[in-house]
């Protein structure tokens, strides 16, 4: 499954991208992320839990997730990195944020290379990304 999903906020770009960069403030504007975690360690890591529901259907889902790339106030790729040994299906984020002549515009993909949720992971990301949207552009203005 790949999602993308963009918007464009009236701030600058380096705000936005704060809010992207770090996993940690997920919780706070997009809701199927209960909970992100920082990890001590040399690389940025998070424990990330995941939690949807559609209509009778719950998931949850457990991730730890490493900032794989990161291009200050540009860019930030979050990639799955599990450390228990196991074959674990891929996760991949990137955020991308660009200056525009009202601000910056935020282009995010989600790459979910998995069978678990299947069509529901899909419909349940593609409304929570709506509200979260809407969310992220109440905290930037």
Same mark, same amino acid.
């Given at each position: ?17 704060? @809010? ?8 706070? @504007?997009?809701?199927?992320?209960? +909970?992100?975690? *920082? ?29 794989? $790339? ?20 891929? @996760?991949?984020? +990137? ?11 935020? +282009?995010?993909?989600? $790459?979910?290379?998995?069978?678990? @949720?299947?069509?529901?992971?899909? +419909? ?16 930037? *203005?």
């Amino acid at each position: 499954m790949d999602l993308v999903a963009s918007l464009d906020a009236p701030c600058a770009p380096d705000l936005l991208y704060r @809010w992207v960069e770090d996993l940690g403030t997920y919780p706070q @504007w997009l809701t199927i992320v209960t +909970r992100a975690e *920082r990890l001590s360690g040399e690389e940025p890591a998070w424990i990330v839990d995941l939690r949807g529901r559609l209509g009778p259907l719950a998931r949850s889902k457990r991730l730890r997730m490493v900032r794989t $790339h990161a291009e200050p106030d540009a860019v930030a790729v979050f990639e799955r990195q599990e450390d228990d040994g196991r074959h674990h299906s891929p @996760w991949v984020l +990137r955020a991308e944020v660009t200056s525009t002549a009202d601000g910056s515009h935020l +282009r995010m993909h989600l $790459h979910y290379g998995g069978t678990f @949720w299947g069509p529901v992971l899909e +419909r349940l990301l593609r409304d929570e990304v709506e509200q979260g949207s809407r969310r992220l552009l109440d905290l930037v *203005r």
